[in-house]
């Protein structure tokens, strides 16, 4: 391969490119295919003078005596609709992770994510509603899915994670690539690099069992912290980057090759997990990693969802 192409463009060959962001500026800039967004991107975002006039103007739509559920829920969609004016695939908008372990009243928020999407024109195929891989949230995707509401189930650190995802027939996961690095690291206090990263071999892991065993559920790596995960990953259906990271493999032109295919996935000796519910949340239990890195993850994005809350109060 010319190494004359920078390696975003390389990588392009490959995968399917998301930027991990509510900038939209940076959406712009990297041309990717869809973009994802959470609660921290969206409080980031929403603090920046740039993007407040989208907080006003829901604030102004909805009226002084619209509940902060209603004007967040309201704020997410503004997002994800100035997101699909940018990018000609898919956006992701996550649920409140305080119903990470409510089957029920994550369905509820799927469908009302969808009917606000639907009421401004816009199909729900071009929509990912964001759920953390609990089995209460897996189980609503599973749910939503067969109501033609397609799913991304974020912060999933384990293939028996995974696993419950296909079964369920979500149409997407998000495994942490970066968060698995981070907990390998400061446990062992070392460092990992290429194709020996933790977080590489996960998702490496749940590609290959994807494909072996013909599972249609796509695989997005997500959560960087270096170039070397993204590129060790080459070939996964997808992956979402921030724009810092974006903008380093634009500047870079060093060779990606393709790490991750199908012939590769259907000649490993990976065998088949038969799960139910006790199973799975034993199975769970056992990894300590995954365990550990759910938990904070939704404790951080809840975290986020109350600053948010908090940012809209005192706006009004």
């Given at each position: 391969m010319s190494t004359t192409l920078d390696q975003l463009s390389q990588l392009k060959q490959f995968t399917t490119v998301?930027?991990?962001t509510g900038d939209f500026?940076?959406?712009?800039?990297?041309?990717?295919?869809?973009?994802?967004?959470?609660?921290?991107?969206?409080?980031?975002?929403?603090?920046?003078?740039?993007?407040?006039?989208?907080?006003?103007?829901?604030?102004?739509?909805?009226?002084?005596?619209?509940?902060?559920?209603?004007?967040?829920?309201?704020?997410?969609?503004?997002?994800?609709?100035?997101i699909l004016k940018i990018v000609p695939g898919r956006v992701s908008t996550e649920t409140d992770a305080r119903l990470s372990f409510d089957m029920d009243g994550t369905i509820k928020k799927g469908r009302e994510l969808i009917a606000l999407y639907e009421k401004n024109g816009i199909s729900r195929d071009r929509i990912l509603i964001k759920i953390a891989s609990t089995w209460e949230g897996i189980k609503a995707a599973e749910v939503l899915e067969k109501e033609g509401i397609h799913c991304n189930l974020t912060l999933l650190f384990s293939l028996v994670q995974a696993i419950a995802c296909a079964d369920a027939k979500v149409q997407l996961i998000s495994p942490f690539v970066g968060r698995i690095y981070d907990w390998f690291k400061a446990t062992n206090k070392r460092e990992y690099t290429g194709a020996e990263d933790p977080g590489v071999q996960s998702v490496t892991t749940i590609y290959n069992y994807y494909k072996k065993f013909g599972h249609k559920t796509e695989v997005m790596g997500a959560s960087f912290r270096n170039i070397s995960q993204i590129i060790?990953?080459?070939?996964?259906?997808?992956?979402?980057?921030?724009?810092?990271?974006?903008?380093?493999?634009?500047?870079?032109?060093?060779?990606?090759?393709?790490?991750?295919?199908?012939?590769?996935?259907?000649?490993s000796d990976l065998e088949a997990v038969q799960l139910d519910e006790k199973t799975f949340r034993y199975l769970l239990n056992e990894d300590a990693m995954a365990t550990e890195k759910t938990a904070q993850?939704?404790?951080?994005?809840?975290?986020?969802?109350?600053?948010?809350?908090?940012?809209?109060?005192?706006?009004r």
């Open positions: 998301v930027a991990d500026e940076s959406i712009r800039e990297f041309t990717p295919q869809d973009a994802t967004t959470n609660p921290s991107l969206i409080l980031q975002a929403v603090s920046k003078p740039e993007y407040d006039h989208l907080l006003q103007k829901v604030l102004t739509d909805l009226g002084p005596d619209a509940s902060v559920e209603s004007v967040i829920d309201q704020v997410l969609i503004a997002f994800g609709l100035e060790e990953l080459a070939g996964s259906d997808l992956l979402t980057i921030s724009p810092a990271l974006l903008a380093e493999l634009k500047n870079n032109t060093g060779t990606v090759e393709r790490k991750l295919n199908e012939a590769d996935a259907k000649a993850g939704i404790r951080a994005f809840s975290a986020d969802i109350v600053k948010l809350e908090k940012l809209i109060a005192s706006k």
